[in-house]
């Protein structure tokens, strides 16, 4: 009985040997692995990039792609039209995709590659190019390098510091071996059949930089994909802005089928170019610091200086936070622009901003060069032509401007003329839809509050309505200080109110009422422009 035991004893002990030595094995298997990846060395550049050596890593097999793509990539529908689904492309050149980002965003970067992989494009991407823009989090630079491991044509790029997206882009141009090149932020997703429509307008023009078509993201969490209007263009807006808007320019659902129409400007989050139309016109322009504007400025170049952007109707991708206005935060890079390509309207743009007028001695040199540097290799336009042929649908204040745009009241309403000249207060979404001439207000540094060359007037019965504009009648002459619209001659507030009139029934309207109101009443006569 005991020798019966011990024998037991000693098999167990040799069968828990074995499933240690087995652990053991697997164990340095997985960190041998994970030890391949190659280390980052440093190398000597102005931009401190440092690429990745691709020896030694392991791809997936074309076949074996499909197990990193998440459920959520699979389940984008395909939103392209009939006809677009059916157009066959003969497409002779190859693209580079280029996409950056930085510590967190890197969980976004991998939605956009996978959706990406998701429609295999071996024989269009010469590589997929990824600078990590000084990520901090040591473990997501290991998560990084493990991931992309596992990604066919694609190579890593690394900042040691934070640069942002521009710098990023910059770097990545020199390491670029195609002419075509496709950039996407960390927040896209592409749709089926996406790319060959881009790489298509590039063959047939060069002087072009192509835009797909943009879709929502509704959350970053269930990537809930959602189709938008087909009419929607990205627009310059008065504060160095770019908004998606409905426009007359766009086909609409009824229409004939259009492939690609002309946008007058674009969002950074997907573009298409080729690197020899951009060194046409400049290139990427490395004077602007981080805080947004170089694509508000490339788009005004890219038009201004004998170049077009068009958006390919067949070609959508989701991005979140589409309905944003992309707005740049940095004083300097608007000032750029304005003394770049705005001429005359350099003073007025940068009122309606907010920003000051005068240009610091330095960047205005700066600017200077860098503009007799472009038009030396591009005969370009000025401002005005590009508002009258390109941003037909953008309404230009006069040069007296210190405010424009729709008028909107805290309340929630936005004002519009109506028939009998008084000022409707209506649903704000109804104004951003219709950009009619009588929603813009202009406030100008004579006090005038003008609607198209008429003056918004306070009568005596305290109704505020559209009359002919007279110099220094105070009835039409209003003061705009911490949010309030003050008439000088009657001292009274605009200020939203229900029109007393019995014979109309609930009319919000716009009348001249005392400005001394309770906290809990501010927002009547609490009013901002916002620039068109």
Same mark, same amino acid.
């Given at each position: 009985m005991r020798l019966t035991m011990f024998r037991g004893n000693i098999l167990f002990d040799a069968a828990l040997l074995v499933v240690l030595l087995l652990l053991m094995y697997v164990f340095f298997h997985q960190h041998n692995r994970f030890s391949a990846v190659p280390s980052i060395q440093p190398t000597p550049s102005s931009l401190n990039l440092v690429p990745v050596n691709e020896h030694g890593r392991r791809k997936y097999p074309a076949a074996d792609i499909s197990k990193l793509i998440d459920t959520r990539i699979r389940q984008i529908p395909d939103l392209r039209s009939r006809e677009c689904k059916r157009n066959l492309y003969s497409l002779n050149e190859k693209a580079t995709l280029v996409i950056d980002f930085n510590d967190y965003q890197f969980y976004d970067l991998k939605n956009t590659i996978q959706s990406v992989l998701n429609q295999h494009y071996d024989q269009l991407l010469e590589e997929i190019i990824v600078v990590d823009d000084g990520s901090t989090l040591e473990?997501?630079?290991?998560?990084?390098? %493990?991931?992309?491991?596992?990604?066919?044509? @694609? +190579?890593?790029?690394?900042?040691k510091t934070q640069r942002g997206t521009l710098k990023s882009r910059i770097a990545a141009m020199s390491e670029i071996k195609t002419d075509i090149v496709v950039f996407l932020e960390a927040?896209?997703?592409?749709?089926? &059949?996406?790319?060959?429509?881009?790489?298509?307008?590039?063959?047939?023009? $060069?002087?072009?930089?192509?835009?797909? $078509?943009?879709? +929502?993201? $509704?959350?970053?969490?269930? /990537?809930?994909?959602?189709?938008?209007?087909?009419?929607?263009?990205?627009?310059? @807006?008065?504060?160095? &802005?770019? *908004?998606?808007?409905?426009?007359?320019?766009?086909?609409?659902?009824?229409? @004939? *089928?259009?492939?690609?129409?002309?946008?007058?400007?674009? +969002?950074?989050?997907?573009?298409?170019? %080729?690197?020899?139309?951009?060194?046409?016109?400049?290139?990427?322009?490395? #004077?602007?610091?981080?805080?947004? &504007?170089?694509?508000?400025? /490339?788009? /005004?170049? @890219?038009?201004?200086?004998?170049?077009?952007?068009?958006?390919?109707? =067949?070609?959508?991708?989701?991005?979140?936070?589409?309905?944003?206005?992309?707005?740049?935060?940095?004083? %300097?890079?608007?000032?750029?622009?304005? +003394?770049?390509?705005?001429? #005359?309207?350099?003073?007025?743009?940068?009122?309606?901003? &907010?920003?000051?007028?005068?240009?610091?001695?330095?960047?205005?040199?700066?600017?200077?060069?860098?503009?007799?540097?472009?038009?030396?290799?591009?005969? =370009? %336009?000025?401002? $005005?032509?590009?508002?009258?042929?390109?941003?037909?649908? #953008?309404?230009?204040?006069?040069?007296?401007?210190v405010k424009f745009g729709i008028l909107h009241v805290m309340t929630g309403r936005c004002a519009r003329l109506a028939n009998d000249s008084k000022i409707d207060l209506i649903d704000c979404n109804e104004v951003r839809q219709s950009r009619s001439k009588d929603e813009i207000f202009e406030l100008t540094t004579e006090g005038q509050l003008k609607i198209r060359d008429r003056c918004v007037t306070t009568e005596n019965t305290a109704y505020i309505k559209l009359h002919e504009c007279h110099s220094n009648d105070r009835q039409q002459l209003w003061i705009y200080k911490g949010m309030e619209l003050r008439n000088v001659w009657s001292n009274f507030c605009a200020t939203h109110v229900t029109d007393p009139d019995q014979t109309v029934r609930n009319r919000q309207i716009v009348m001249a009422q005392g400005c001394e109101t309770s906290s809990d009443h501010r927002d009547f006569l609490h009013w901002r422009f916002f620039p068109d």
């Open positions: 473990y997501i630079r290991q998560d990084v390098e %493990r991931y992309l491991d596992m990604v066919p044509k @694609t +190579r890593l790029v690394q900042f927040n896209v997703l592409c749709g089926r &059949g996406w790319l060959e429509p881009l790489i298509d307008v590039l063959i047939k023009d $060069h002087n072009v930089i192509v835009l797909p $078509h943009y879709d +929502r993201i $509704h959350s970053p969490v269930s /990537l809930d994909y959602q189709a938008t209007a087909s009419d929607l263009l990205a627009t310059p @807006t008065w504060n160095f &802005g770019i *908004q998606m808007r409905p426009s007359r320019d766009a086909p609409n659902q009824g229409s @004939t *089928q259009k492939y690609f129409y002309a946008s007058p400007a674009m +969002r950074g989050n997907a573009f298409a170019l %080729r690197k020899s139309f951009l060194d046409s016109i400049g290139s990427f322009d490395g #004077n602007f610091e981080e805080g947004g &504007g170089d694509i508000f400025e /490339l788009s /005004l170049r @890219t038009w201004i200086c004998g170049g077009m952007i068009e958006t390919a109707v =067949c070609s959508r991708v989701g991005v979140l936070n589409l309905d944003d206005q992309l707005k740049p935060f940095s004083q %300097r890079n608007c000032q750029r622009i304005a +003394r770049l390509w705005f001429g #005359n309207l350099k003073e007025v743009s940068l009122r309606l901003a &907010g920003l000051p007028t005068m240009i610091p001695e330095t960047d205005e040199a700066q600017a200077a060069t860098r503009l007799k540097y472009i038009t030396s290799l591009k005969q =370009c %336009r000025d401002i $005005h032509w590009y508002l009258q042929n390109v941003a037909k649908e #953008n309404i230009i204040p006069t040069e007296s401007a």
